[in-house]
């Protein structure tokens, strides 16, 4: 990957906030969409989600997910050309109380300082999406496929 589609990259997951999140619901395809924060050293997109909702449900019954975080539609550019990154991951609850929530928890605050009164509510929970692996689409005739180390190290805080 190129510097400049690297940076390209970097740009578009910090400079997006939701995500569709694609789970297998008794085993069909399911998407949602999901407010996420990355990790600092890029390893993981944080969810905060209800066990309520089929998304979580899905993701403790398959830890299978992907990820489609995309250019805003309306930027004055052809829909063919938005850029666009699918992410396959692997989707792991963050276990209460532990050093893996406290970072998911502050990663994810950082994000959304607003959302503070929801991590007190029982039924939600932090989820760890790791990347497995990376399509990025940078433009019309710019894909590219990447490992999710590969992924992780190019999105990391500071990149």
């Known amino acids: 990957m190129s510097p400049e589609?690297?940076?390209?990259?970097?740009?578009l997951v910090h400079?997006?906030?939701?995500a569709a999140l694609g789970t297998l619901h008794e085993g069909a395809p399911f998407v949602s969409m999901a407010p996420f924060a990355l990790l600092p050293?890029?390893?993981?997109?944080?969810?905060?989600?209800?066990?309520?909702?089929?998304?979580?449900?899905?993701?403790?019954?398959?830890?299978?997910?992907?990820?489609?975080?995309?250019?805003?539609?309306?930027?004055?550019?052809d829909t063919q050309a938005l850029a666009r990154v699918?992410?396959?991951?692997e989707a792991t609850q963050c276990p209460r109380g532990s050093p893996e929530e406290a970072r998911a928890r502050a990663a994810y605050l950082a994000r959304f300082?607003?959302?503070?009164?929801?991590?007190?509510f029982g039924d939600f929970a932090f989820f760890a999406i790791r990347p497995v692996q990376a399509r990025f689409v940078a433009g019309f005739a710019q894909a590219m496929s990447a490992t999710g180390e590969t992924f992780s190290a190019v999105v990391a805080a500071g990149g």
Do not use: I
């Not at 979580?56 to 930027?75: C, F, I, N, W, Y």
């Not at 300082?113 to 007190?120: F, H, K, N, Y």
């Open 41 to 77: 050293d890029g390893s993981a997109f944080v969810v905060h989600v209800s066990g309520l909702a089929g998304h979580t449900k899905d993701m403790r019954a398959d830890p299978r997910v992907s990820l489609l975080v995309m250019q805003a539609e309306g930027e004055g550019t």
């Open 15 to 18: 400079g997006r906030t939701a």
């Open 5 to 11: 589609h690297a940076a390209k990259l970097r740009a």
């Open 86 to 89: 699918s992410v396959q991951g």
């Open 113 to 120: 300082p607003e959302a503070g009164p929801l991590t007190s």
